[in-house]
């Protein structure tokens, strides 16, 4: 049983499961219900896809997800990066509204999600550490920029093509002048009640006497009153007749199961953004989250995260949808309503489908310009200035990289702009650890410890050099240890002994083996003997499967203290010479 539950986290709760849960379960469901309906309407708008594929892109996966995910309150579904990856990658393949265009994005979901699988059975979820915090944040917000400025075509009610924000705003430019003010009118207003709902309705809810879950539950009915009341003022005006683009029919039922004829040549095109689009969706999911599951003391399996993610984009794919995600407003929703496993998932999936059956005739009438501002408003939340201040402050490397990552996505779109700040961020840490923070240290006075000579007043011998280097050895900085060690042996005549301090070295490769014999060998030429100290467990072990322990000119030492010790009271034995003898290495912890 327990071999069964790490690959169906479903039977972990399951056996659990009673009334009591059950409520809560359901009740969180009702409430991301609400919300997600008018959101998966408005982010199938924004991947350039008809409404209807939002709705199908919101059942299937949750209940996938519920099965294989292990996170109890994580809520999958379309959002609005993905969208806007998905928009981004479809559209260089087809034009919007064809059968082509939809092939493409539920091909995409297919693919997605046989990355996502594959990459969870290998256990490469590793993979996403190779984007660094500040360019994720700094991609989401520049996603929050694009998102936000190619929905103003919609609130102003005019035509306007390209995917970056340059093209964009061009062509709001040059149409200005036809905007509709009936539109306008709708999408302002829906704009300013969803923000006076996220500020103050709930606060005036409960000044009204209503409870705590009664005010939040309203309150996130914000979207669906917005939808109501616009759709009541397109029918009685008949506002489709005066301009106002109106959803249109929305095919009623739910979708029929099936794989779509994809060529070899479709999937080669979409590979790399399916790669992306799978990297991105898992991170953003995997915080969210192990945010969420530390607040109730529980724990997800990442490598298990990547089969439930991926288990949900197929099920996307099967059932016409495209890429979904775990989403950062509904989670946090799902998890304040008081959801208690994944079954809350597969009710919000249920409460969907009926939507999906009875409601989508109701909609025929709803203004693009209430979507538009409905993601709008959801999106603006995703940019984050104040996180661009701190990482300025406190790295102005970092801070590089996550302008780097705005600018190319905001310039040349979703994808550069992903591939810009991994690369960036990837070279930075190359040329910061090819250049290694190494100190020459000196005891401090009455302690074992060694601290850096220009840090601290510490004692020191002339005859030995003690130097730290506080980073793992490797093939970008091996080079730069030779020379530094170089440097030091050069400005110091007296040196009888050099001891190198690793206790912040994790790791020393090939390379850095190669350059470690290369300096015993110049030291030892030049009467110098080279040590070792405070050589961690498995670097020791490594270097002991090789021969440069035994010929090494000097010894291993288990801490720097008994380093300069044995150093010293060799040096005052032999009347301060080389002492170049070699002996066995010591024993490293």
Request: aromatic share 6%; with cysteine; proline share 5%.
């Amino acid at each position: 049983m327990a071999g069964l539950k790490r690959f169906f986290p479903v039977l972990d709760w399951a056996g659990a499961y009673d009334r009591s849960v059950l409520v809560s379960d359901l009740v969180a469901a009702v409430i991301v219900t609400i919300m997600l309906i008018p959101q998966s309407l408005a982010y199938a708008m924004l991947a350039g896809l008809p409404p209807e594929i939002g709705l199908y892109a919101s059942i299937l996966p949750l209940v996938a997800y519920a099965v294989f995910g292990t996170s109890r309150t994580l809520a999958v579904g379309p959002v609005a990066v993905v969208s806007l990856m998905t928009a981004s990658a479809v559209g260089q393949i087809a034009a919007q509204g064809t059968a082509d265009y939809l092939t493409a994005a539920t091909a995409l979901a297919l693919l997605s999600g046989g990355m996502l699988l594959l990459m969870g059975l290998l256990r490469l979820g590793f993979l996403a550490n190779f984007l660094s915090h500040p360019v994720i944040s700094g991609f989401i917000s520049a996603s929050g920029i694009l998102i936000a400025s190619s929905q103003l075509k919609h609130l102003l009610g005019v035509p306007v093509s390209g995917k970056t924000l340059p093209d964009i705003l061009g062509g709001l430019g040059a149409n200005i002048a036809d905007t509709n003010p009936v539109t306008l009118a709708i999408g302002a207003g829906v704009v300013a009640f969803l923000y006076f709902a996220r500020l103050r309705l709930k606060a005036i809810l409960r000044g009204m006497g209503l409870n705590t879950r009664l005010a939040d539950i309203l309150t996130k009915a914000a979207p669906i009153l917005s939808v109501a009341v616009t759709i009541l003022l397109a029918t009685a005006f008949d506002l489709g007749q005066r301009g106002v683009a109106l959803i249109g029919e929305i095919p009623q039922g739910l979708p029929v199961p099936g794989l779509p004829v994809i060529s070899p040549d479709l999937l080669a095109t979409l590979a790399v953004p399916a790669f992306l689009i799978s990297v991105i969706g898992f991170v953003e999911s995997v915080s969210v989250a192990q945010t969420l599951a530390s607040k109730r003391r529980q724990r997800i399996v990442p490598d298990m995260e990547l089969v439930g993610l991926g288990a949900a984009n197929i099920a996307s794919g099967v059932s016409s949808g495209y890429p979904v995600t775990g989403g950062f407003a509904r989670s946090v929703v799902n998890f304040d309503a008081g959801a208690e496993t994944p079954a809350a998932g597969v009710f919000t999936a249920v409460g969907i489908a009926l939507a999906t059956l009875f409601l989508t005739p109701l909609l025929a009438n709803l203004p693009q310009a209430t979507l538009a501002a409905t993601i709008i408003v959801a999106v603006l939340s995703l940019v984050d200035v104040r996180a661009m201040a701190r990482v300025f402050t406190y790295s102005k490397a970092d801070f590089a990289a996550m302008a780097a990552t705005i600018l190319v996505t905001l310039a040349w779109g979703v994808e550069p702009g992903v591939v810009a700040g991994v690369a960036l961020s990837l070279l930075m840490y190359l040329y910061r650890t090819s250049k290694p923070h190494m100190a020459v240290v000196g005891q401090v006075p009455g302690t074992e410890h060694f601290r850096n000579i220009n840090r601290h007043s510490v004692l020191t011998d002339p005859a030995i050099l003690s130097v730290r280097v506080d980073e793992s050895l490797y093939f970008a900085n091996s080079r730069y240890l030779e020379d530094r060690i170089a440097a030091l042996v050069a400005a110091a005549p007296e040196v009888r002994h050099v001891v190198l301090m690793c206790s912040a070295v994790n790791a020393i490769d090939a390379s850095a083996l190669e350059s470690l014999e290369e300096i015993d060998h110049r030291l030892a030429d030049a009467g110098i003997a080279f040590h070792l100290s405070e050589v961690k467990g498995p670097v020791m072990d490594r270097l002991r499967r090789t021969a440069f322990l035994k010929e090494m000119s000097g010894r291993v030492f288990l801490s720097q203290f008994e380093a300069v010790a044995a150093l010293k009271a060799e040096l005052a034995e032999g009347g301060r010479s080389a002492g170049a003898a070699r002996s066995p290495a010591a024993a490293s912890a």
